[in-house]
């Protein structure tokens, strides 16, 4: 590694503050160390964040939801009681690497490092994550999916601090799930992943849907034919596999070394499928399967 | 720049020339002489390097050795206690789960933080606990059969 500064500071103004040129900030390091020593990105100057008390808690919001430190580690997280109601983030959180991975990494590394295969963030946009961001002009506040400009690139600027994700209190009545394919069952990287969230109404209809693919474009990409499919109609195990077909038309996935592009359209498929059936269970209202 | 920070290794505290750029790995073999933990891949996939940092298995290769100061750090020369190996160690040698020996010392660590935090852990629990360690000799069968032998040795 080339020769660099480091700086833990205590507070997010004092870590905006030191960001500028040649600046990278530092939560779990297991994608930014890595890249480090492979050389792969230049840094003059480290800011670690883990200092930070409103970076590595979870906090209940005003609104009854929560807002999830971006720093905090994943193994941290899914041991939180607050977050037993969103089981779906817990779920995708320990779906990254190891457990030593888990031990470090963090929810907001994994969406600032914006990799398509990233696994928290199909399960944050599905649950109307928001992200708050500090940067020199003070802080805001946007949702996650509108952080993503490519692989590996965030609409974040150089001197902006994710510094939490904030969820939505769990609508009654709703459920999430996220699933991903991976040739090998831990330790491997999504061919392609989906997440899906339901909210039903009374009648036991979909009021609101959405779906997040993953691993299948540049960004995660919202299937939004799929969506409206789903909406006003009880769910089927019919109009879930043709929601499900949608959701593969919407995929624009590329051919590399881990899959073609049709296959990941056709895993597209199988996993929309799966993801809605998994909601409509923890609904209590599993599909009947043909 | 080097300077001499203070860390806790093995319950001793001790001041170590730290030049920014080491990572955990490269402080504890090259500054401290604990050449127990290894460096298989140096990206966080094999767990050669595994160390336990305040009780929680990490990756020493892609951790800076600066975010450790102030920490408790547990390598493998802190494992066996006034020279007895711990139960851990014991059953992988009864059983075989060790055969060249690199992966060994953070299989130790894993198992061990493992069960720390489960004492009774189930046969796919321990499989998941140690899924962050690659062993290239054993097959994992006798890892495993191991883990199990030194969870039934409580206190031995
Ligand atoms: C062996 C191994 C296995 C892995 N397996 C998986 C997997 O299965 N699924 C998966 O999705 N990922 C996986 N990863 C990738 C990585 O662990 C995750 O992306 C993780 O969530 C990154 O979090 P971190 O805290 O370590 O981020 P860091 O490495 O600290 O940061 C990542 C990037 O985001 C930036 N950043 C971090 N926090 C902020 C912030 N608050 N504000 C602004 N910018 C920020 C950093 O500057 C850096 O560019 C794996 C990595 C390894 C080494």
Same mark, same amino acid.
């Not at chain 1, 709703?174 to 989906?194: K, Q």
């Not at chain 1, 070394?257 to 923890?282: D, F, I, N, Q």
């Not at chain 2, 955990?24 to 933990?37: F, H, K, V």
């Given at each position: 590694?080339?020769?660099?500064?480091?700086?833990?500071?205590?507070?997010?103004?004092?870590?905006?503050?030191?960001?500028?040129?040649?600046?990278?900030?530092?939560?779990?390091?297991?994608?930014?160390?890595?890249?480090?020593?492979?050389?792969? %990105?230049?840094?003059?100057?480290?800011?670690?964040?883990?200092?930070?008390?409103?970076?590595?808690?979870?906090?209940?919001?005003?609104?009854?939801?929560?807002?999830?430190?971006?720093?905090?580690?994943?193994?941290?997280?899914?041991?939180?009681?607050?977050?037993?109601?969103?089981?779906?983030?817990?779920?995708?959180?320990?779906?990254?690497?190891?457990?030593?991975?888990?031990? %470090?990494?963090?929810?907001?590394?994994?969406?600032?490092?914006?990799?398509?295969?990233?696994? !928290?963030?199909?399960?944050?946009?599905?649950?109307?994550?928001?992200?708050?961001?500090?940067?020199?002009?003070?802080?805001?506040?946007?949702?996650?999916?509108?952080?993503?400009?490519?692989?590996?690139?965030?609409?974040?600027?150089?001197?902006?601090?994710?510094?939490?994700?904030?969820?939505?209190?769990?609508?009654?009545?709703?459920?999430? !799930?996220?699933?991903?394919?991976?040739? %090998?069952?831990?330790?491997?990287? !999504?061919?392609?992943?989906?997440?899906?969230?339901?909210?039903?109404?009374?009648?036991?209809?979909?009021?609101?849907?959405?779906?997040?693919?993953?691993?299948?474009?540049?960004?995660?990409?919202?299937?939004?034919?799929?969506?409206?499919?789903?909406?006003?109609?009880?769910?089927?195990?019919?109009?879930?596999?043709?929601?499900?077909?949608?959701?593969?038309?919407?995929?624009?996935?590329?051919?590399?070394?881990?899959?073609?592009?049709?296959?990941?359209?056709?895993?597209?498929?199988?996993?929309?499928?799966?993801?809605?059936?998994?909601?409509?269970?923890?609904?209590?209202?599993?599909?009947?399967?043909? | 720049?080097? !300077?001499? %920070?203070?860390?806790?290794?093995?319950?001793?505290?001790?001041?170590?020339?730290?030049?920014?750029?080491?990572?955990?790995?490269?402080?504890?073999?090259?500054?401290?002489?604990?050449?127990?933990?290894?460096?298989?891949?140096?990206?966080?996939?094999?767990?050669?390097?595994?160390?336990?940092?305040?009780?929680?298995?990490?990756?020493?290769?892609?951790?800076?050795?600066?975010?450790?100061?102030?920490?408790?750090?547990?390598?493998?020369?802190?494992?066996?206690?006034?020279?007895?190996?711990?139960?851990?160690?014991?059953?992988?040698?009864?059983?075989?789960?060790?055969?060249?020996?690199?992966?060994?010392?953070?299989?130790?660590?894993?198992?061990?933080?493992?069960?720390?935090?489960?004492?009774?852990?189930?046969?796919?629990?321990?499989?998941?606990?140690?899924?962050?360690?690659?062993?290239?000799?054993?097959?994992?069968?006798?890892?495993?059969?191991?883990?199990?032998?030194?969870?039934?040795?409580?206190?031995?």
């Amino acid at each position: 590694m080339n020769e660099f500064d480091y700086t833990a500071p205590a507070t997010v103004e004092e870590a905006v503050a030191q960001l500028g040129t040649g600046a990278r900030v530092l939560a779990g390091g297991t994608d930014l160390i890595v890249q480090m020593r492979e050389g792969r %990105r230049q840094v003059g100057h480290v800011v670690d964040l883990k200092r930070i008390a409103e970076l590595t808690e979870v906090a209940s919001t005003p609104d009854g939801g929560v807002a999830i430190g971006a720093a905090l580690n994943v193994t941290a997280l899914s041991a939180h009681p607050a977050m037993a109601a969103y089981p779906a983030l817990v779920e995708s959180g320990r779906m990254i690497g190891s457990y030593q991975i888990q031990n %470090r990494a963090s929810i907001g590394g994994n969406v600032c490092n914006a990799a398509p295969s990233a696994d !928290a963030v199909p399960a944050l946009i599905c649950l109307g994550a928001r992200a708050v961001v500090a940067g020199p002009g003070g802080r805001r506040d946007e949702p996650v999916e509108a952080l993503f400009a490519g692989p590996g690139r965030t609409t974040l600027g150089p001197r902006d601090v994710l510094v939490s994700l904030r969820l939505p209190p769990a609508a009654k009545r709703s459920a999430a !799930a996220y699933l991903r394919f991976t040739p %090998r069952r831990e330790m491997d990287i !999504a061919v392609a992943g989906v997440g899906a969230w339901l909210r039903l109404d009374e009648r036991g209809a979909v009021a609101e849907a959405r779906l997040t693919l993953a691993a299948v474009g540049p960004t995660p990409i919202r299937a939004a034919q799929a969506e409206r499919l789903l909406i006003g109609e009880k769910p089927s195990a019919k109009l879930v596999a043709e929601a499900a077909a949608l959701a593969a038309r919407d995929a624009r996935p590329i051919s590399d070394t881990r899959g073609s592009a049709e296959y990941r359209r056709e895993l597209v498929k199988t996993l929309a499928a799966r993801a809605v059936a998994a909601c409509c269970a923890r609904l209590g209202n599993p599909l009947e399967t043909a | 720049m080097k !300077a001499l %920070r203070p860390f806790t290794i093995n319950g001793e505290e001790i001041e170590l020339a730290l030049d920014t750029r080491d990572t955990l790995l490269e402080l504890l073999r090259d500054r401290a002489g604990l050449t127990g933990s290894k460096e298989g891949c140096g990206n966080g996939n094999c767990g050669a390097c595994t160390v336990l940092v305040d009780g929680a298995p990490v990756n020493a290769c892609i951790m800076l050795a600066v975010e450790a100061v102030g920490r408790k750090i547990v390598t493998i020369e802190g494992v066996a206690a006034n020279g007895k190996l711990d139960r851990v160690q014991q059953a992988l040698i009864d059983l075989g789960g060790t055969q060249c020996g690199y992966c060994t010392p953070g299989v130790v660590l894993s198992a061990t933080a493992l069960l720390e935090r489960n004492p009774n852990p189930t046969e796919i629990e321990i499989r998941h606990a140690l899924a962050g360690n690659l062993c290239r000799c054993t097959g994992y069968d006798k890892i495993v059969e191991a883990v199990v032998a030194a969870a039934a040795r409580v206190g031995a």
